[in-house]
């Protein structure tokens, strides 16, 4: 019996999530076009490429991180590079939701993030995209239950990765200051429930909708384009797949179509890189709850889970009071299609939903005018759920 334990938990360590090794770590991650301002939070050293001692910095000094390697944050001094610890800095602004992220943002970011607070973050590689990008859950937080929320299934719906790395920002931020987003003490909450993440879940459609390079070619791609070059309404991966049609959950009912800028299901349930990097997620996790968010109609799908109709209800309707989005009815006409929200919903019978954070823009990205707005309305959803999920 105790060999079956031993053996079943190496083969759980092989098959575990890839932990970002110090290894990669230590390579130099450029900030590229995004450096962040930090503040030292005591006084601390700043020292050369050998390790020596340049200068102190001191306590409320600020400094603007052009790169991060392993756990020194990078400057530039008299024109050469020089480094500081990240865990004696602080972030002053992580992001600037009011404008478009790239993927190549977002994972740089989370990088910094996830270097200067070990001990509240924990990053995680979960799977990679079609055309090879990382696709990365940061886990905040050192609370044992955990929720989840994820972002960016849709392409050309990328304002909905600026709304989690926002909450990211904003939310660890809180935690280190120990100060309240309204109600919520940020600290005590993260430490009984953690928030995992997963802020782009299809970072190839993004990086196309977006008018970013992509290694797919524009002819495959402008044919499953309707031979269209406005790349900006794209919703799919980049195999023209949609992959909130790729849970295996009354698949067979969605009508075969062809690879196609949106609303194609595949050939199979699971055949996508990035749907079966959030299946995996799901089926490993013990998330207690699940937002997933898009951004069409300023409405909330949700699925009836078997057994907890009351907690769901509830749930639901406060992440409707919160952000002022319709419910949407569950009835034979909204049931669930092949959905993650639904496919959570099936295996995990607990509450999950689809939050569309924005009115319909037509066949285009969410203008980045509603970004006030939309943030306004998003800014405490996960502490929120995470606070109601306390008592489950
Ligand atoms: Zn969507």
Do not use: C
């Not at 602080?90 to 740089?108: F, M, N, R, S, W």
């Not at 660890?172 to 987003?181: E, H, P, R, S």
């Not at 009815?329 to 919903?345: G, L, Q, R």
């Amino acid at each position: 019996m105790k060999r079956l334990i031993l053996l079943s938990l190496v083969v759980a360590a092989i098959f575990s999530f890839n932990m970002i090794s110090a290894e990669a770590a230590s390579d130099t991650i450029g900030l590229g076009k995004y450096p962040v301002q930090v503040v030292a939070k005591k006084n601390t050293e700043l020292k050369d490429e050998q390790g020596k001692f340049i200068k102190t910095v001191a306590k409320g000094d600020k400094l603007l991180l052009q790169a991060i390697k392993g756990k020194s944050g990078v400057i530039k001094y008299s024109s050469k590079s020089a480094y500081i610890s990240l865990t004696d800095v602080h972030y002053i602004q992580l992001v600037d939701g009011a404008k478009t992220i790239p993927y190549d943002e977002v994972a740089a970011k989370l990088k910094l993030v996830s270097a200067m607070y070990p001990s509240l973050t924990k990053l995680q590689e979960i799977g990679k995209s079609v055309e090879g990008r990382p696709l990365y859950s940061l886990k905040v937080g050192t609370g044992d239950k955990e929720i989840l929320l994820d972002a960016s299934f849709h392409g050309r719906e990328h304002m909905t990765a600026n709304v989690l790395m926002e909450m990211i920002d904003t939310y660890v931020k809180a935690y280190v200051n120990g100060t309240k987003i309204e109600k919520y003490d940020v600290k005590k909450l993260l430490s009984e429930v953690s928030i995992v993440f997963v802020p782009m879940v299809n970072p190839d459609g993004v990086t196309l909708s977006q008018g970013g390079k992509v290694k797919t070619s524009m002819i495959k791609l402008k044919a499953m384009n309707n031979n269209s070059t406005n790349f900006n309404r794209w919703k799919a991966n980049i195999n023209g797949v949609d992959l909130n049609r790729q849970f295996n959950v009354n698949w067979h009912l969605i009508k075969k179509t062809k690879p196609s800028f949106k609303e194609y299901k595949g050939k199979a349930p699971n055949t996508e890189p990035e749907a079966l990097a959030i299946k995996r997620l799901i089926d490993r996790g013990n998330h207690l709850a699940y937002v997933s968010y898009h951004s069409s109609g300023q409405i909330i799908y949700w699925s009836q889970t078997k057994t907890k109709f009351s907690r769901t209800k509830k749930l639901v309707k406060g992440v409707s009071n919160i952000t002022g989005y319709k419910l949407m009815p569950v009835t034979k006409k909204n049931e669930p299609i092949a959905a993650s929200e639904d496919y959570f919903t099936k295996v995990k019978d607990r509450p999950a939903m689809t939050v569309e954070i924005a009115p319909f823009a037509g066949e285009a990205s969410v203008p980045l005018k509603r970004w006030n707005n939309v943030w306004k309305q998003n800014k405490t959803v996960g502490l929120y759920v995470a606070n109601e999920a306390r008592n489950w």
